[in-house]
C-alpha cells in the first residue's frame, strides 16, 4: 500500500479481492482508519490536511462550513504532529486526524468570533479544554467552523458571516448551531468536528447533514473556553462519520476539569469500549408522547423502522408515556435566554472586541456597541431573558420554569427505572428550506421539541443517521440514556449501524 497523488486528490491504493488495484481518496477514510494509515506509514497528517484543503477548495464557495481556515498554519501543525507519530510520541487512536472546531470554542492564537460582529475580532490567549484535549491526543486543527450567532439559532442562518448550506441539498439548511460542523464533517472537509449543544445544537444539524452527533452528559466535557450561551444547559460533543469515530473523539476530549466547577471528576470515560454489536435484552422505550401531532410522516416511519431493527436485534422495544413534553420548549427557552441575557452582558465594548466608531459618552456607548455588535436573533433572545429575570417576573416565569425543569428530570429518572434508552426522533421534519424558519422565529424554537428536555435534564443522547425523505434529505434517529450512560448509547447507535 503506498501513497499516490495524481492530478485531483491525495489517495493510497489496495486491492480488492479479485485482485484489481483500487485506487481510494484519502477523504473516503473514517478518522480512524486514516489514523491507522498515517501511524503504518502509508500516508502522512500533511498528505491528509491536503486532500482536506482540496475539499475546501471545491465544496466551501457554495456550502460556506468555515469561518477560519488556514491552510499554511494547518500544515505546520499537521507536521510537527507527524514528526512525533514518527517518533512514538503519539500513538492514539486519533492522532494525525484533521479536526474542525466551533466557532464558540477558544482558540489560542486564532480568531473565535462566535459568528458575532461583536467578536469579529476576538483572538484568545488560551484554548478551550476540549481545544487542548484534541492537540494532547495528536489531532490537528484544520480551523473554525460557521454557526448561529453565540449558538442563538437552529440553523446556522444568523451568522454574521453568512449562512450554510447542507451538503444534500444547498436550497436547505444544515441545522443549528453547529451547522457548519455537521455541514463540514458530511461534506468531507474535516474527518471529524467538536460542536456544542445547548437545545439538540449537536443532534439536530447532525440529522439534518447524515452524520453522527453526539450530545454528552453535562459535566462530562469540561466547558472551561467555551463561550456560554446557556451555562447550565451548553455541553461540547463530537461530529462525526460514524459511531466509532464519535466515540473516539468523545474518549479524546472527555476529561476531569478544576476549572470547570461542573466538570464531574468520577464519570467513567472509556468509551470505545462499548463499541460492541450487541443489544441483546437492552430495554428501550418509545415514548408515545414523541409520535404525535406535527412529526412528518416520513421521519416518524423511518424511526419505527430503526426501532424494529432493533428489536429484530434482541433488544426489547416497547412504548410509554413520558410526560412533561409540553413544557419541556417553554421551560427551556425561558431558562436560556435568561442566562443567554445575563452571559451576554459581558460585551460591552470595552474591555475587547468591537466598539462602535461614533458615541458620546459611556451609556451611549454601550448601547450603539451592542445594537451595532448583535444580530437579531441574539437581540431577541437577550430581550426575552431580561424580562423573564426583570421585578415582577422572575417568579412568575424563571423559577417556574426551574421547578418545570426538576419534574422533567423526575419523568427522565421514572423512565430509565423500567428502560436502558429512551428512542425517538431528532426534529419534526427533516432540513427545512433556507429563510422559512428566520421568517417564523416560533416555528423554529418549536423544531427543537425532541432534544431540548434532554438538555434540561443533563443527560446523553446521540443521532445517527436512519434514512432520507423522498427528496433526498437525511433523517436522524435519536437515542437518549441515563446520566453517565453513554457506553449504552454508544453500544446500540453501533449496533444500529452495523445492522
Known amino acids: ?68 481556515a488556514d491552510r499554511k498554519s494547518a500544515l505546520k501543525r499537521a507536521a510537527a504532529v507527524q514528526a512525533k507519530i514518527e517518533k512514538g510520541e503519539l500513538t492514539g487512536a486519533l492522532a494525525g486526524v484533521p479536526v474542525a472546531v466551533k466557532d464558540n470554542l477558544c482558540t489560542k492564537g486564532v480568531l473565535t468570533s462566535c459568528a458575532s460582529k461583536i467578536l469579529s475580532d476576538f483572538v484568545p490567549t488560551y484554548s478551550a479544554t476540549a481545544v487542548e484535549n484534541l492537540e494532547k491526543a495528536g489531532m490537528v486543527m484544520i480551523g473554525k467552523t460557521n454557526m448561529d450567532e453565540f449558538a442563538m439559532g437552529s440553523t446556522t442562518e444568523t451568522s454574521y458571516y453568512g449562512v450554510t448550506k447542507n451538503p444534500a441539498n444547498p436550497a436547505h439548511v444544515p441545522g443549528g448551531s453547529s451547522g457548519g460542523s455537521a ?20 443532534r439536530q444539524p447532525a440529522s439534518y447533514c447524515g452524520v453522527v452527533g453526539l450530545k ?82 416520513e421521519v416518524k416511519n423511518a424511526v419505527l423502522a430503526a426501532a424494529k431493527k432493533l428489536g429484530e436485534a434482541g433488544a426489547v422495544v416497547e412504548e410509554f408515556d413520558l410526560g412533561m413534553v409540553q413544557y419541556a420548549i417553554p421551560a427551556y427557552y425561558t431558562i436560556a435566554t435568561a442566562e443567554a441575557s445575563s452571559n451576554l452582558e459581558r460585551f460591552d465594548g470595552i474591555k475587547y472586541g468591537y466598539r462602535t466608531k461614533d458615541f458620546q459618552g459611556l451609556h451611549n456607548m454601550y448601547k450603539k456597541t451592542r445594537s451595532e455588535g448583535f444580530g437579531a436573533e441574539v437581540k431577541r433572545r437577550i430581550m426575552l431573558g431580561s424580562f423573564v429575570l426583570s421585578s ?71 443521532s445517527v443517521p436512519c434514512g432520507k425523505d423522498k427528496n433526498g434529505l437525511p433523517i436522524g434517529l435519536q437515542l437518549i440514556g441515563d446520566c453517565f450512560a453513554e457506553k449504552k448509547l454508544i453500544r446500540a447507535a453501533y449496533t444500529y449501524e452495523k445492522i
Open 216 to 297: 454528552p452528559t453535562y459535566g462530562m466535557v469540561s466547558r472551561y473556553g467555551l463561550v456560554a450561551y446557556a451555562s447550565s444547559l451548553d455541553q461540547i460533543g463530537p461530529l462525526a462519520k460514524n459511531v466509532t469515530d464519535a466515540a473516539q473523539l468523545l474518549q479524546a476530549v472527555a476529561s476531569y476539569d478544576e476549572k470547570d466547577s461542573t466538570s464531574a471528576p468520577e464519570a467513567e470515560r472509556d468509551f470505545p469500549e462499548a463499541l460492541k454489536e450487541d443489544v441483546k435484552g437492552m430495554r428501550i422505550g418509545i415514548p408515545k408522547d414523541y409520535f404525535g401531532e406535527g412529526l412528518d410522516a
Open 392 to 462: 415582577g417576573y422572575y417568579d412568575a416565569y424563571y423559577l417556574k420554569a426551574l421547578r418545570t425543569k426538576t419534574l422533567i428530570k423526575r419523568a427522565f429518572d421514572e423512565a430509565f427505572s423500567k428502560y436502558d434508552l429512551i428512542l425517538g426522533p431528532v426534529a419534526p421534519s427533516t432540513a427545512p428550506k433556507l429563510g422559512e424558519s428566520l421568517s417564523d422565529p416560533l416555528k423554529m424554537y418549536l423544531g427543537d421539541i425532541y432534544t431540548i428536555a434532554v438538555n434540561l435534564a443533563g443527560l446523553p443522547a446521540i
Open 1 to 68: 500500500m503506498a501513497c499516490i497523488d495524481d492530478e485531483r486528490q491525495m489517495g493510497y491504493e489496495n486491492r480488492n479481492g479479485q485482485g484489481e488495484q483500487v485506487t481510494m481518496s484519502i477523504l473516503d477514510c473514517t478518522a480512524v482508519e486514516l489514523s491507522e494509515k498515517i501511524k503504518a506509514g502509508t500516508c502522512t497528517a500533511m498528505e491528509a490536511m491536503e486532500a482536506v484543503f482540496e475539499r475546501i477548495g471545491e465544496k466551501e464557495e457554495e456550502h460556506h462550513c468555515y469561518i477560519t
Open 183 to 202: 455541514a463540514a464533517v458530511a461534506l468531507s472537509e474535516c474527518f471529524m468536528a467538536l460542536g456544542s449543544d445547548t437545545g439538540g445544537s449537536i
